[in-house]
């Protein structure tokens, strides 16, 4: 069973920045692909940012340019560096990672931007 573990969520303030840690029990190499969703009171879950396989990436038009999400595959570690924050970007951050025939969820980590 993959377990996945997110870290570095907290408060922060506008324009501040915040580096999300999302590690994997397994070989990131399994998972076709990874990323981050987030989770704002009272809205759906909604995609942040996607890494491939292959290394390519895609961004939610509200983040692109303040985002950036990564990997490290030898730390088995995928990143999501946040900067700019707004107080929008307030939510519950969650990773995941999607097999073929199987995704998998971390816990969430909770970050909050105050004005």
């Known amino acids: 069973q993959v377990q996945l573990v997110e870290s570095g969520g907290g408060l922060v303030q506008a324009g501040g920045s915040l580096r999300l840690s999302c590690a994997t029990s397994?070989?990131?190499?399994?998972?076709?692909?990874m990323g981050w969703y987030r989770q704002a009171p009272g809205k759906q879950r909604e995609l942040v940012a996607v890494i491939y396989s292959g290394g390519s990436t895609n961004y939610a038009d509200s983040v692109k340019g303040r985002f950036t999400i990564s990997r490290d595959d030898a730390k088995n570690t995928m990143y999501l560096q946040m900067n700019s924050l707004k107080p929008e970007d307030t939510a519950v951050y969650y990773c995941n990672a999607a097999e073929i025939y199987r995704t998998y969820w971390g816990q969430g980590t909770p970050v909050t931007v105050s004005s």
């Open positions: 397994g070989s990131i190499f399994s998972f076709n692909a």
